[in-house]
């Protein structure tokens, strides 16, 4: 298979780049749900963000019933909620410009998601997270409208399986 033009092969870990490389963006979708440590891996991606750059972090809403519908769950070792992802973010030394709480597509199907945009402390260029609070995990654990659209959900997926076999 021909490589696209422009893209590069750097490594298969972050050891395999050199250590003044630096990024303008780094995407981290669907990753620190499988991290040994979330946030050993967010400090050394930080180190990696130039002055500027920015780092998207998309985690499945782990607090609100994911560890029930997981089809392989061992892969999964952390559960986020916008409160646990902000404070991850933080102790690894980035700040939240932007945190929300939403029903995304992923890979097979859509599913609610934490997705959160961070700059690196002291970078100067980002506001702190501008809706001065996060939803807290109990908030989002408790949630009746997450409640009701995940039954609506589960009415609507058996509601095609059975139209698909007619």
Same mark, same amino acid.
Request: proline share 4%; hydrophobic share 40%.
């Given at each position: 298979?021909?490589?696209?033009?422009?893209?590069?092969?750097? #490594?298969?870990?972050?050891?395999?780049?050199?250590?003044?490389?630096?990024?303008?963006?780094?995407?981290?979708?669907?990753?620190?749900?499988?991290? *040994?440590?979330?946030? #050993?891996?967010?400090?050394?991606?930080?180190?990696?963000?130039?002055?500027?750059?920015?780092?998207?972090?998309?985690?499945?809403?782990?607090?609100?019933? *994911?560890?029930?519908?997981?089809?392989?769950?061992?892969?999964?070792?952390?559960?986020?909620? *916008?409160?646990?992802?902000?404070?991850?973010?933080?102790?690894?030394?980035?700040?939240?410009?932007?945190?929300?709480?939403?029903?995304?597509?992923?890979?097979?199907?859509?599913?609610?998601?934490?997705?959160?945009?961070?700059?690196?402390?002291?970078?100067?260029?980002?506001?702190?997270?501008?809706?001065?609070?996060?939803?807290?995990? *109990?908030?989002?654990?408790?949630?009746?409208?997450?409640?009701?659209?995940?039954?609506?959900?589960?009415?609507?997926?058996?509601?095609?399986?059975?139209?698909?076999?007619?």
């Amino acid at each position: 298979m021909e490589t696209p033009s422009g893209i590069q092969y750097l #490594g298969k870990t972050l050891d395999d780049l050199p250590k003044d490389q630096k990024f303008d963006l780094i995407l981290l979708s669907h990753v620190l749900e499988h991290a *040994e440590s979330p946030v #050993g891996l967010l400090k050394d991606l930080a180190a990696r963000l130039s002055k500027g750059g920015v780092i998207y972090v998309e985690v499945p809403l782990g607090a609100f019933r *994911e560890w029930m519908r997981l089809k392989e769950p061992l892969t999964h070792i952390n559960f986020f909620s *916008e409160e646990s992802l902000f404070k991850c973010m933080r102790e690894a030394g980035l700040v939240p410009i932007w945190l929300r709480t939403g029903f995304v597509w992923v890979t097979h199907g859509r599913n609610w998601c934490v997705m959160a945009v961070g700059k690196k402390e002291g970078d100067g260029e980002g506001k702190p997270y501008v809706r001065n609070r996060f939803r807290s995990t *109990e908030e989002q654990m408790d949630s009746l409208f997450l409640e009701t659209i995940f039954a609506i959900g589960k009415v609507w997926e058996k509601t095609a399986a059975k139209a698909s076999h007619k």
